[in-house]
Each structure stands twice: as C-alpha cells, then as structure tokens.
C-alpha cells in the first residue's frame, strides 16, 4: 500500500482537461510545499514534470500544471494530447519516512 | 546532458545475489545524493536506498535493510547495489535516481535494468 493515494486510472479526450489528485497527511503533502509529479510512459525511467507543487522543470510544456488544498496536490494537464498517455506517479518529501510516492495513476486519451 | 545508466539485471534463484551498477555522465556525481528505486512488474514506484554525496549517510527501505549494501565510486562516476539472499518479491525495475539536493526530490532517473528473482 503506497504512502500516497492515487486514483487507479483517468482518462480524457484530446483537447480537454484532467486532473490527477494525490492525498497524503499533515506529515507530507499538507505540512510541505515540496510535491513533485513523475510521467513515465511504457518501458522508460520517470520524467519529473512538475516540482515543489507548482514548478514546472525546463523544457516541460505549459500544458502541465499542479496545485495543493490541504492535505491533497493535484497535476492538471489541459489541452490533452496522444502523447500524454503515460502513467503520472505523486511524490512529497515526508517528515517520518525517507521518500514516499503515490501508487500512480494510468491516463488513458481516448 | 544529463545521463543515468544502469546495468547488472538478469536472473538469480531464491537465495542468490547480483550487483547492479549505474554510470552516470553529465554532471559531476560527487555533487549529488543518489538514490535506488525499484517497480515490480504492474505496481508502482517504491524507493530502496539512499547515499550521500560523499558515501554517507546511508538509508535502506526496511524490505531490504541487512540483505542490499549501496556504494559509490566519484572517481569512475558510478553508484552501486549490491543484492544478497534475494527473494522473490526483490523482482522489480531498478531505477538509478539523481537527488537534487532539495527536501529528498529526485530530478532525473535511468532507464531501469530488470531483476528476475525466480527458481
């Protein structure tokens, strides 16, 4: 059981919005501004892709974006693309355990 | 550019041991903290080891703690896991991990090399 909960799955059409939440506790997400976003698609090593909650590495399209209310971050993605497709993993740096992440989320484009 | 490789998967019995390395290029390894991390086939990430830049402190996941032994060598740019009485749960990816420095965020991970743990 993963330290961080994700929804197992979302999915969207092209050119619309999802949304991707990760609820930790007080010790975590909700006593820290330091909630990355990982995307990994088939095969590949994780891409960090959002950072420090809402901070988006160079090169990392716009089209990303990321929040915190609380105990719970979520990743946006707008305008989706085929591309997107991937898994999309939450991680937050937590004050009782060395590196946790959430138990990822699989974003199919319909 | 940034590059983490891994190397050292294949199969081992119930028991037995492998050695996985990572060469890294792209920047100067002695800079940074790195880390393990492993995916077992359809599950999600779990992290397995954590060294400091200059081989110390050391973490270990309490699933592989007494069993795994991390190290590094700044000077040939390369991290290192040594595995022992591996189990069967140890099959997994096992990613090399860049640590940026800031509240433990990983910024760039490798490709993975695959261990198979099976009789």
């Known amino acids: 059981q993963s330290a961080l909960t994700q929804p197992a799955s979302v999915s969207g059409s092209p050119g619309q919005s999802i949304t991707v939440s990760c609820t930790g506790t007080s010790n975590d997400i909700g006593g820290y501004d330091y909630v990355s976003w990982y995307q990994q698609h088939p095969g590949k090593g994780p891409k960090l892709i959002i950072y420090?909650?809402?901070n988006r590495p160079a090169g990392v399209s716009n089209r990303f974006s990321g929040s915190k209310s609380g105990n719970t971050a979520s990743l946006t993605i707008s305008g989706l693309q085929a591309e997107d497709e991937a898994d999309y993993y939450c991680?937050?740096?937590?004050?009782?355990?060395?590196?946790?992440f959430g138990g990822g989320s699989r974003l199919t484009v319909l | 550019e940034v590059q983490l490789v891994e190397s050292g998967g294949g199969v081992a019995q119930p028991g037995g041991s492998l050695r996985l390395s990572c060469a890294v290029s792209?920047?100067?390894?002695?800079?940074?903290?790195m880390k393990w991390v492993r995916q077992a086939p359809g599950k999600g990430l779990e992290w397995v080891s954590y060294i400091g830049r200059s081989g110390g402190p050391i973490y270990y996941a309490d699933s592989v703690r007494g069993r795994f032994t991390i190290s590094r060598d700044n000077a040939r740019n390369s991290l290192y896991l040594q595995m022992d009485s591996l189990r069967d749960d140890d099959t997994a990816v096992y990613y090399c991990a860049r640590d940026s420095g800031y509240a433990g965020r990983i910024d760039y991970w490798g490709q993975g090399t695959l261990v198979t743990v099976s009789s």
């Open positions: 792209g920047f100067p390894l002695s800079n940074y903290h």
């Open positions: 420090d909650v809402n």
């Open positions: 991680s937050s740096y937590s004050d009782i355990d060395t590196h946790i």
